[in-house]
């Protein structure tokens, strides 16, 4: 485990269904992250909080809302998905922003049918 | 916008033979990272680069930057089976950004 806890670990979900990933750090960092990893591309910036505040939006489709309620936890809620929205989405932490490096979690594969 | 060019793209080397993996990137940064990722697995952060001339080494890799020159290497040496895996570069360009590299992915054959 390395500090940064994704559940769950595999997802497949219909393009009507609604579900949401879930992170969690006790590292005591300040920011998280939310990245996708598609098979084909280069890891993508999503989402980026810094003590609970949405910082960065990467022109992410309105599809994925994410929720950051305290500075360990963030939320990726999913609904109405495309099948090419099938990835490995990661979640990381850093002490701040200022880019000394992030944590990874494990990740959520997920497949939309 | 930022460009960072891993190359190669796949590796298939010897055990016991040395290589290299180059990372370019397309604007001013300071600040390199290298991360490993194994299959089904997260991203493992390996070396930190803070400077120009910066190198660090763990085992049988060895990462450097050169800031100037918008390059950053990672050297393996003697290579075994267990280094299979794919290598990713990534540049810090401020804010909050931290762009990735499309990855090299390593196959050491014993």
């Known amino acids: 485990e390395t500090g940064v806890t994704q559940t769950p670990r595999h997802l497949v979900m219909g393009m009507t269904n609604k579900k949401s990933l879930k992170c969690e750090q006790h590292?005591?960092?300040?920011?998280m992250y939310w990245y996708k990893q598609s098979a084909k591309k280069p890891l993508e910036l999503m989402f980026v909080?810094?003590?609970?505040?949405?910082?960065e939006n990467n022109s992410v489709p309105s599809r994925f809302s994410p929720e950051c309620p305290n500075s360990s936890h963030l939320f990726l809620h999913l609904h109405t998905l495309q099948p090419e929205d099938s990835a490995l989405y990661l979640c990381?932490?850093?002490?701040?922003?200022?880019?000394?490096?992030?944590?990874f979690g494990s990740g959520t594969r997920l497949t939309v049918v | 916008e930022l460009k960072v060019e891993q190359n190669p793209l796949f590796l298939s080397m010897q055990e016991g033979k040395n290589y290299t993996i180059y990372c370019n990137y397309s604007t001013t940064s300071d600040r390199l990272y290298w991360y490993r990722q194994d299959p089904g697995k997260s991203l493992e952060s390996l070396f930190v680069l803070l400077s120009n001339g910066a190198v660090k080494q763990e085992g049988r890799l060895m990462a450097s930057l050169d800031t100037k020159a918008r390059l950053s290497t990672l050297h393996i040496t003697a290579a075994v089976h267990d280094l299979s895996a794919t290598y990713f570069c990534a540049v810090y360009t401020g804010g909050f950004k931290t762009i990735f590299g499309a990855g090299t992915r390593l196959f050491v054959k014993a």
């Open positions: 590292l005591g960092h300040n920011a």
């Open positions: 909080y810094s003590l609970e505040e949405r910082v």
């Open positions: 990381a932490s850093s002490q701040d922003t200022r880019g000394y490096g992030y944590t």
